[in-house]
């Protein structure tokens, strides 16, 4: 015998795991973002990938060649910088419109980054639901 209720509840738990779908899918549009960043004089240009990892370093022009070693490592760690700086920026954006409010973004960033790790699997709900859904009562 099914309650007055039972629509509500499958709904409910239809509407969660859409959402979790999209957040999966953002998941794997965050896996193929890139930014690269050139330094000021274009003596250098890194792209990282969506973890910050460096994936391509160029030197468009020699001007490296007429560098201290010390100078052209600082040139390239603060060039690396930057474009870790816009990939956090892009991941922030296509998050934003999918985050429950009061979530906090920070946790989803960094090397031990794993959304399945942030978000539940089932809904958080009271026991009284949660039995509710599993016994029927």
């Keep these: 015998m099914s309650s007055p209720y039972d629509e509500s509840i499958k709904e409910l738990m239809d509407d ?3 959402q979790l779908d999209q957040l999966n899918e953002n998941n794997r549009r965050m896996q193929e973002i890139t930014a690269t960043a050139a330094s000021p004089r274009k003596s250098v240009s890194v792209t990282v990938g969506a973890q910050g990892q ?4 160029k030197f468009p022009s020699d001007a490296y060649k007429r560098m201290a070693p010390m100078e052209l490592a600082n040139l390239i760690t603060e060039t690396i910088a930057a474009a870790q700086r816009q990939v956090q920026a892009q991941l922030l954006e296509l ?13 989803l960033f960094g090397p031990d980054a794993d959304i399945g790790k942030v978000l539940p699997r089932e809904p958080i709900m009271p026991d009284a639901v949660r039995t509710y859904i599993e016994d029927g009562q």
Excluded: E, I, K, T
Aim: charged fraction near 15%.
């Design 16 to 18: 969660f795991h859409q």
């Design 54 to 57: 460096v994936v391509d370093l």
């Design 95 to 107: 998050m934003r419109a999918n985050v429950p409010a009061g979530f906090d973004l920070s946790a």
